[in-house]
């Protein structure tokens, strides 16, 4: 081995003279590794890390966006407590999240659990349930928000025929978040009956003939086996829900603008719109840092909570 | 029963997993299901293809009519004569193209470096790295946007493309994926004398198809529909995406709902047309990213 390895070292040694502490081919090889990353990692300096640090330094500044800014010390977040506008969209946002993503989870379970059985055209189902996720936000909301015209499909399709009076769906101010989130509901649900899709065909299908065996029912089989296997899956589906639908934008300003008044104002266009409309940047700063701090500690607890769980 | 029937099919040709013997009234249940739950999944689309061929006047009628009393093309070329529809579609395969490559360069190498050399400070990074991933875009976006307006980008293909060129989620799902190939087959290069580039170019690239083709398909779909950070930088119609474009559309002729409906299908059309190809390759992309919970 050692004579193999010589002949290189004395060239490098020769080539690279001021090299003076001589890298091991370890290091050396290690060292390409590091430089790998390096392209990302400068990406990720640029345009991920230093932006989120300035976004901290600058929500202690007040500015607009095409001004310098003026130091402010901890106005901007003193001034969140009575903004009525922030407050509807921590309401809306976390009110979106829920409202969406638990319905989401269990019909997105219920069709993976049934696309799991071997039945024929599986994959034709399967592609079609999927078809809402590749289609772009503004399109989907562009075509729902004739769906929820009050002349429109939901209107005159689903409730007028059975009686019900028709809805101003996008401009009464209960309905506009429901019909956000009924729109949600249809776009997401495709996205995580693959994701748990996925987590069931990880489950041995040993597990359930030996169970079966013994005698277990459909329900004690999915309460037994498929549910606790599916942890790792509820966690990421329960994270990546939390994540998306915290920093919702689109649909709500496409079809409301955060309207009527504050019903549909979601985080995300709460701070682009207080950042580049109405051009407080040191305020949409503050906001944005108090998402970023939501986000990371929701996501924190959901991990730390699954950890709880798995010691059981 | 079950047995005769077996055998009363004497062209059956081989044997299959589950022979139908007899109808079985779970499996009728969830089939009827499946396609009540696809006719609502279907629904919007066919109110959408339908409302692009009728005229204003047909819009709304009670009861709803799902096919047109005539194949009208009008709101097409009106939508296309009134907004440079065929541009953003151009901006957005521009963009679209040029991040997705970016990114598979950024995230195979990231992903290879972590994944198989110990270096200093790796699992530092690499958390970094994953940590990125729950910074939200808007938290950014002030700075970001100073930034690019500091490099002069705003209204830029640059300002598009650049701030988009690499993914934590990319860099994960290439070092998952890189993790599994085996060392032996790296040593065995080295020990032929080849470099660490080309063992990367030659070697570890090729073996990771399925992962870069799951990569692409994610990272261009998501840019196809990223709203946000176009909204801010391209303020033009020169450097303007296809999203904002119907986004456009729709705030200035909001109420033209077959022209609206025209170009949405238009924008809609080449994502469908390319998923229905790759389709199966889109489920393996999802899966992939699922399996590491």
């Known amino acids: 081995m050692s004579t193999t390895v010589d002949p290189d070292r004395t060239i490098d040694v020769v080539g690279v003279a001021y090299h003076r502490p001589r890298l091991s081919h370890m290091q050396k090889r290690n060292l390409w590794g590091f430089l790998f990353t390096l392209p990302a990692l400068c990406f990720f300096l640029v345009f991920a890390i230093i932006p989120i640090a300035r976004t901290f330094y600058l929500s202690f500044f007040t500015f607009s966006v095409v001004e310098k800014p003026v130091f402010a010390g901890w106005e901007n977040y003193r001034a969140l407590l009575d903004d009525q506008r922030f407050h509807a969209s921590l309401v809306n946002s976390f009110a979106y999240v829920f409202m969406t993503y638990i319905p989401v989870a269990i019909i997105a379970l219920a069709l993976a659990l049934a696309l799991n059985v071997r039945l024929r055209a599986v994959g034709f189902f399967r592609t079609l349930y999927f078809i809402p996720v590749v289609m772009s936000w503004v399109v989907v909301s562009a075509i729902w928000k004739m769906i929820f015209n009050r002349q429109g499909l939901m209107n005159a399709f689903f409730l007028e025929p059975f009686g019900i009076a028709p809805k101003n769906w996008l401009t009464d101010q209960d309905w506009a978040p429901r019909a956000i989130v009924i729109m949600s509901v249809w776009k997401e649900v495709g996205f995580f009956m693959v994701v748990f899709l996925a987590g069931l065909q990880q489950i041995p299908s040993d597990y359930y003939e030996a169970a079966r065996v013994d005698g277990a029912s459909g329900w004690q089989l999915f309460r037994s086996i498929t549910m606790p296997l599916l942890r790792p899956t509820l966690l990421f589906v329960s994270v990546i829900g939390m994540i998306t639908g915290l920093q919702v934008f689109v649909p709500q300003w496409v079809m409301t603008q955060g309207g009527p008044v504050t019903a549909t104002l979601v985080m995300s266009l709460n701070i682009y719109q207080t950042a580049f409309v109405f051009l407080k940047g040191g305020t949409a700063a503050a906001m944005s840092v108090v998402l970023f701090l939501i986000i990371g500690s929701v996501t924190l607890v959901q991990f730390w909570l699954n950890r709880l769980g798995a010691n059981d | ?293």
Not at chain 2, 7 to 20: E, L
Not at chain 2, 96 to 106: C, E, I, K, R, W
Not at chain 2, 171 to 192: E, G, K, T, V, Y
Not at chain 2, 250 to 276: D, H, K, R
Request: hydrophobic share 55%; aromatic share 12%; glycine share 6%.
């Open chain 2, 1 to 293: 029963m079950a047995d005769t029937t077996k055998q009363a099919i004497p062209g059956a040709v081989g044997p299959r997993r589950s022979p139908w013997p007899r109808i079985r009234w779970g499996h009728v249940l969830l089939y009827v299901a499946l396609i009540a739950f696809a006719v609502l999944i279907l629904m919007p689309f066919a109110y959408m293809v339908s409302t692009a061929f009728k005229t204003r006047g047909e819009v709304f009628t009670q009861p709803v009519q799902w096919i047109p009393r005539q194949i009208n093309l009008d709101n097409f070329r009106d939508a296309l004569a009134a907004y440079p529809i065929t541009r953003y579609f151009w901006n957005s395969v521009i963009v679209g193209v040029s991040v997705t490559v970016l990114n598979l360069v950024t995230c195979s190498l990231a992903g290879y470096g972590f994944a198989k050399f110990p270096f200093m400070g790796r699992n530092l990074l690499f958390g970094i790295v994953l940590a990125t991933m729950m910074i939200p875009l808007s938290s950014m976006i002030i700075p970001l946007f100073l930034v690019v307006k500091w490099l002069g980008w705003v209204d830029t293909y640059w300002g598009l493309i650049v701030p988009a060129g690499t993914s934590a989620f990319g860099i994960f799902l290439m070092r998952q994926h890189m993790a599994s190939i085996p060392d032996d087959l790296l040593d065995a290069a080295r020990l032929d004398g080849a470099g660490e580039p080309r063992i990367f170019a030659s070697i570890v690239l090729p073996l990771s198809k399925t992962a870069l083709s799951s990569l692409a398909i994610f990272i261009f779909m998501w840019n196809w529909d990223s709203v946000l950070w176009p909204l801010l930088v391209a303020t033009g119609d020169r450097y303007r995406t296809l999203p904002l474009g119907v986004a456009l559309f729709e705030s200035s002729y909001g109420t033209n709902y077959p022209q609206l409906m025209a170009v949405a299908l238009l924008a809609m059309l080449p994502v469908l047309i390319v998923f229905l190809v790759l389709q199966r390759n889109f489920v393996e992309a999802m899966t992939l990213s699922g399996v590491k919970g």
